[in-house]
Nanobody, 112 residues
Framework: EVQLVESGGGLVQPGGPLVLSCAAS????????MNWVRQAPGKGLEWVST????????GYADSVKGRFTISRDNAKNTLYLQMNSLKPGDTAVYYC?????RGQGTQVTVSS
C-alpha cells in the first residue's frame, strides 16, 4: 500500500523558514517523480515543485521560485521542501504527491 506522510508544517512569521518532509513507503520511492502541491483556503490545488527520481532535475512554480527548494533522500525514502522567505500567500495545506497518490497534507500558516 502506497503511503505518503507529510510533516513539518506549522505557524511561521512572514519571512521565516520552514522545512516540510514526506515519508514514503509501499513503493520504490527512487523510481518515481515526486511533487509538492498545495491548497490554499477556498482555492484549488496548486502545483509547487517537482523533482525527478535521481534528484538531479527540479522545477518550481513561479510563485515560489528562488524561495523554495525541493530535494529527496532516496536512501531514506523521504522528500523535502525547504521553504524560505515565507509570505502570507504561502498559507495552505501542503501535500506530497506521486502519480496516483497524495498524502494527507500538512498545514502551513504564515502570519504575524
Amino acid at each position: 500500500e502506497v503511503q505518503l506522510v507529510e510533516s513539518g508544517g506549522g505557524l511561521v512569521q512572514p519571512g521565516g523558514p520552514l522545512v516540510l518532509s514526506c515519508a514514503a513507503s509501499g513503493f520504490t520511492f527512487s523510481s518515481y517523480v515526486m511533487n509538492w502541491v498545495r491548497q490554499a483556503p477556498g482555492k484549488g490545488l496548486e502545483w509547487v515543485s517537482t523533482i525527478n527520481p535521481g534528484g538531479s532535475t527540479t522545477g518550481y512554480a513561479d510563485s515560489v521560485k528562488g524561495r523554495f527548494t525541493i530535494s529527496r533522500d532516496n536512501a531514506k525514502n523521504t522528500l523535502y521542501l525547504q521553504m524560505n522567505s515565507l509570505k502570507p500567500g504561502d498559507t495552505a495545506v501542503y501535500y506530497c504527491q506521486r502519480r496516483g497518490s497524495r498524502g494527507q497534507g500538512t498545514q502551513v500558516t504564515v502570519s504575524s
